[in-house]
């Protein structure tokens, strides 16, 4: 069976500093691997999705996220912190189920960016 | 493009009542998924629409929830009777579709929370 860990609750930072949230996965055959975030009262908006290629993808807002076969890992990363970027982030992998790809969440990390 | 419409945005009903969701996707999007996200939690799939037939629902509470997509286009959830624990966030979410892509990216709607007295 497929999951998604993500081992801390709430990471903090400070602007300007470079930050990661943390996710790790499981998965029965190629992973398919995403990051969303989640503003107050908003919907999950993507970020990022790894499919195959190269390890480093680059996404919105200046996101970027590191896939590590080995380590079964896909953390977030971003360069530089902005006091905008608190919100919730969420890790979900893809895996093959019944001959579909069906979806699985993490349960979120909390990242306050302090000015 | 117009993106995905959900409603009402709030519910509060009493438990044992009997509540509707509605989400319209993205047009042109074949797979249709219907999330609940309890406050603090990560959204758990309830069930998963490729075009108007069902692809997964193990995790939709059968004896209470039900979900339709008719016509393979707008969706309905319900829930009869309401619980207590039912209180949270169901989120609806659609994606092309193209089948056997396991990239295929899902765009959400705002969400409905439901607050179950």
């Known amino acids: 069976a497929q999951s998604v860990a993500q081992p801390e609750d709430q990471v903090n930072v400070a602007e300007g500093n470079p930050l990661t949230v943390k996710c790790t996965y499981s998965?029965?055959?190629?992973?398919?691997l995403f990051w969303y975030v989640q503003y107050p009262n908003r919907g999950l908006q993507f970020l990022l999705k790894?499919?195959?290629?190269?390890?480093l993808v680059k996404g919105s807002y200046g996101f970027e996220a590191e896939f590590n076969k080995s380590q079964t890992s896909f953390h977030l990363k971003k360069p530089s912190a902005l006091v905008s970027d608190s919100a919730l982030y969420f890790c979900?992998?893809?895996?093959?189920?019944?001959?579909?790809?069906?979806?699985?969440f993490g349960r979120g990390t909390s990242l306050i960016v302090h000015p | 493009e117009a993106g995905v419409a959900q409603s009402p945005r709030y519910k509060i009903i009493e438990k044992r009542q009997s509540v509707a969701f509605w989400c319209n996707p993205i047009?042109?999007?074949?797979?249709l998924y219907w999330y609940q996200q309890i406050l603090g939690q990560g959204p758990k799939l309830l069930i998963q629409?490729?075009?108007?037939?069902?692809?997964?629902d193990s995790q939709l509470p059968k004896d209470r929830f039900s979900a339709e997509r008719l016509k393979g286009v707008d969706s309905t959830l319900k829930i009869q009777p309401a619980k207590l624990e039912d209180s949270a966030v169901y989120l609806c979410?659609?994606?092309?579709?193209?089948?056997?892509?396991?990239?295929?990216?899902?765009?959400f709607g705002p969400g409905t929370r439901l607050t179950v007295l």
């Open positions: 790894y499919i195959t290629g190269d390890n």
């Open positions: 979410a659609s994606s092309l579709g193209t089948s056997g892509l396991g990239g295929d990216t899902q765009y």
């Open positions: 629409f490729q075009n108007n037939g069902v692809v997964d």
């Open positions: 979900a992998v893809r895996d093959i189920k019944g001959g579909s790809y069906i979806p699985t």
């Open positions: 998965v029965s055959g190629n992973p398919y």
């Open positions: 047009s042109g999007h074949a797979t």
